[in-house]
């Protein structure tokens, strides 16, 4: 027994990470624009520095991307000639809707996405469409607040009901909020939330979470009754947390680090508040302001299936004066068994195969990994080839680590789509040069390059690893 016939393998992009064009087609402003690289970035993602428009002392990579939106037939192109049973991508909501509160879209918009779809399903590719992937449009953010603001939830219906409308038929995978649990961790990218002096960030920040779930509860239902055929997910980035040695309180730790981020799926999948963090909310001093039938909405609109990221395990501690590492939004305490990328993200394939078990424990639905993969500098050679074992390596390992979980623990998953199967912007850093593709953009940090692209040695690899549904790991 392997992975199903029908698994759907391919890789995934965000609509900010990649499209470019950010003033062309008709389309709005959004809070993903105005990220700049360098070192202001983390505290404009995370809502502590003001940037509601481009000022003179930064760059902004989105606002190019890899130029996707003018490049997208060729990109497909070499997706489908990897083989590609699916693509995620997602929605960027300024093209649909400028504003946000707008109430009728933007046709030149929905034309985009719908020639794209189109293009997908050429090469026999499923899209897997996120409908938001941390953008907000800035409006929504100047003039309501972002999700902090009620109103949003009527926003974001209007839209997934144009999206689910127009492209009925075109697609069918829908994931609501990429990466729900980032509005923990940096809210302005993940909610439009920017911090008022003296605000109380976690009261803001757990009500801006109720608006997206009561939102993608919305979606959910709005989905299914349009067409039955629809498939909606949430999405988490995970990666189980570790104690770090096994006192008792170290495990206990590492738990609730656990729950911080499962109770968004809780709620999700399981459709209501979960006791533990109905009492930290009490605790904290926390009170969410639900409406009238929002419990019954989350109660019959649970997701069908879970997806999440997956680039690391954490490790999770009481102790103080214990080395840290980055990792994906949130440090973690480096731990002493295992590799780091060039980012400091630790290298664990075990873990993913331990995530998935937990999270399929937890849930009982059917999986779908979405992102996983190794950010890492290329180097071209003098011919230009580029010879990326060590990507080849982190995913051979990870996607064996994966078949274990289905084949050996018994774990149902739909597919598993690489994060950056072509080179594009980094959401936490900016940068170019941290690079996730099988296909090479030529661009760096600085803006240069022609943007042609390139097959990396990894290219034909996963090409052979789809063709054989990944019987085939080897490199050779
Ligand atoms: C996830 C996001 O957080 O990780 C992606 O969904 C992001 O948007 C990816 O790009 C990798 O993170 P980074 O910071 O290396 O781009």
Redesign the pocket.
């Known amino acids: 027994m392997g992975l199903r016939k029908d698994f759907l393998w391919g890789g995934a992009t ?1 609509a900010n ?1 990649c499209e470019g064009g950010y003033n062309e087609g008709g389309r709005g402003l959004a809070n993903v624009d105005v990220a700049p690289i360098g070192e202001d970035r983390e505290a404009v993602i995370s809502g502590n520095m003001k940037m509601f428009d481009f000022d003179e002392n930064h760059r902004y990579p989105a606002k190019v991307g890899i130029d996707m939106y003018h490049r997208y037939k060729e990109d497909i192109a070499l997706f489908g000639e990897m083989g590609f049973k699916t693509y995620r991508l997602s929605i960027a909501w300024t093209r649909i809707f400028p504003k946000g509160d707008e109430l009728e879209p933007n046709e030149e918009g929905l034309q985009f996405y719908e020639d794209l779809f189109k293009e997908c399903h050429k090469y026999g590719i499923e899209p897997l469409v996120t409908i938001t ?2 953008d907000c449009p800035m409006h929504l953010i100047k003039e309501y607040g972002g999700w902090r603001n009620r109103k949003m939830v009527e926003f974001y219906e209007r839209l997934c009901k144009v999206l689910f409308t127009r492209y009925k038929g075109l697609v069918k995978y829908w994931l609501t909020f ?2 729900i649990n ?1 509005i923990l961790h940096a809210p302005f990218m993940g909610a439009g939330l920017y911090f008022e002096e003296g605000e109380n960030k976690e009261q803001v920040k757990y009500q801006a979470a109720h608006h997206e779930l009561v939102s993608s509860a919305v979606a959910t239902k709005i989905a299914h009754e349009i067409d039955p055929e629809n498939q909606v997910g949430c999405m988490l ?1 995970a990666g189980a947390n570790y104690p770090y040695n096994c006192r008792p309180e170290d495990v206990w730790a590492s738990r609730q680090a656990d729950r911080s981020s499962y109770f968004f799926i809780d709620v999700q999948s399981r459709g209501e508040y979960p006791a533990y963090v109905l009492k930290q909310l009490e605790r904290e001093g926390i009170t969410i302001q639900m409406e009238e039938g929002d419990k019954e909405l989350l109660k019959n609109n649970t997701v069908d299936f879970i997806s999440f ?1 997956y ?1 690391s395990s954490h490790v999770t501690t009481t102790e103080n004066n214990v080395e840290k590492t980055d990792g ?2 949130f440090s973690s305490v480096k731990n002493p068994y295992l590799d780091s990328s060039e980012w400091g993200w630790q290298i664990d394939p075990l873990g993913l195969r331990i995530t998935m078990n937990d999270i399929y424990d937890r849930y009982q639905k059917p999986l779908f990994i979405v ?1 996983n993969g190794l ?1 890492a500098i290329d180097e071209p050679d003098e011919n230009g080839n580029i010879t990326d074992d060590y990507r080849i390596d982190y995913l051979s390992k990870h996607i064996q680590a994966m078949k274990d979980a289905v084949e050996t623990d018994g774990v149902d998953l739909l597919g598993y789509t690489t ?2 199967c072509i080179d594009l912007v ?4 900016g940068e170019m040069k ?1 690079r996730y593709g099988f296909i090479y953009v030529d661009l760096d940090n600085e803006g240069n390059g022609t943007l042609e692209r390139r097959k990396k040695k990894s290219f034909d690899w996963y090409k052979k690893v789809i063709a054989t549904n990944g019987e085939d790991l080897s490199n050779d």
């Open positions: 965000a990470q992937h941390f990429n990466e980032m980035a990221s680039y994906n939004a992102e950010g994060w950056g980094s959401a936490g850093t941290k």
